[in-house]
């Protein structure tokens, strides 16, 4: 059973808008350090952001001003909004946490294609 699931992920065009979620499939997403990561073709997977127990979020300065994670305790859910994209933004998205409190990111989703075209 794969732990974590991605999905709002799709085609959209420059400037536009997506908000992918992550949700922890039979498990909870509460107090749970998580993040995003993505990959693109014939590139190393990078962090984009990452949400800390306390729900404070860390971006890298290559992703400052147009990401933003969050959570809903709610939906037991992680989101990632993505604002004015890009064509270098195209990529695979990955969620991951820790899930069992490791102490690393040992949970991963499938990942979800992002593809900003003109």
């Known amino acids: 059973q794969v732990p974590l699931v991605e999905s709002g992920g799709g085609s959209v065009q420059v400037g536009g808008s997506l908000r992918l979620s992550c949700v922890a499939s039979?498990?909870?997403?509460?107090?749970?350090?998580a993040a995003w990561y993505r990959q693109a073709p014939g590139e190393q997977r990078e962090l984009v952001a990452r949400?800390?127990?306390?729900?404070?979020?860390y971006y890298p300065d290559s992703m400052q001003g147009r990401f933003t994670i969050s959570r809903d305790n709610a939906k037991n859910t992680v989101y990632l909004q993505m604002n004015s994209l890009k064509f270098e933004d195209t990529a695979v998205y990955y969620c991951?946490?820790?899930?069992?409190?490791?102490?690393?990111?040992?949970?991963w989703g499938q990942g979800t294609q992002v593809t900003v075209s003109s």
């Open positions: 991951t946490a820790d899930l069992d409190g490791l102490g690393y990111f040992a949970d």
């Open positions: 949400i800390s127990r306390g729900d404070s979020a």
């Open positions: 039979g498990r909870s997403f509460s107090d749970v350090p």
